[in-house]
């Protein structure tokens, strides 16, 4: 089940950007986060996808959500300019952003080689 975070879950699972200046993961597992809006098209099309992924890989990396209607700060934060846009977290290293509605398979590769597969080498 994707989880809908807000600026303070935000900064307490993922990362404090009010504390820290260099990035600093605060979760316990990967994540991907679905930068989205209700009226968005495409954002309705990746929505189900995530919901599936999120079951799949459900021990082994959280699918969170913002609304970046709701959320406008953390949008800024990123640099969000157009939805969706996902946010691709590894347990080590610098987060990866991808833009549009990504096909499963794409974000099964993406998932597997940058969330999966990272925290197996470590």
Same mark, same amino acid.
């Given at each position: !089940? ?5 600026? %303070?879950? $935000? ?14 993961? %605060? /979760? ?6 679905? $930068?989205?809006?209700?009226?968005? /098209?495409?954002? =309705? !099309?990746?929505?189900?996808?995530? %919901? ?16 970046? %209607?709701? *959320?406008? *700060?953390?949008?800024?934060? $990123? /640099?969000? &300019? ?5 946010? $691709?977290?590894? !347990?080590?290293?610098?987060? &990866?952003?991808?833009? /549009? ?15 999966? =597969? *990272?925290? *197996?080498?470590?």
């Amino acid at each position: !089940m994707t989880e809908h975070l807000t600026k %303070e879950t $935000f900064l307490k699972k993922v990362f404090n950007f009010e504390e820290n200046q260099d990035w600093k993961f %605060e /979760g316990d597992k990967p994540c991907l986060i679905d $930068f989205y809006a209700d009226w968005c /098209g495409p954002c =309705k !099309m990746v929505a189900p996808v995530l %919901e599936e992924l999120s079951n799949e890989y459900k021990d082994q990396v959280n699918i969170y959500k913002i609304d970046t %209607e709701a *959320e406008q *700060e953390l949008a800024a934060a $990123f /640099g969000i &300019r157009s939805i969706p846009s996902l946010l $691709f977290v590894p !347990m080590k290293g610098q987060p &990866r952003m991808a833009q /549009g509605a990504l096909p499963k398979p794409s974000l099964v590769e993406i998932i597997d080689k940058l969330l999966i =597969k *990272e925290e *197996e080498l470590n």
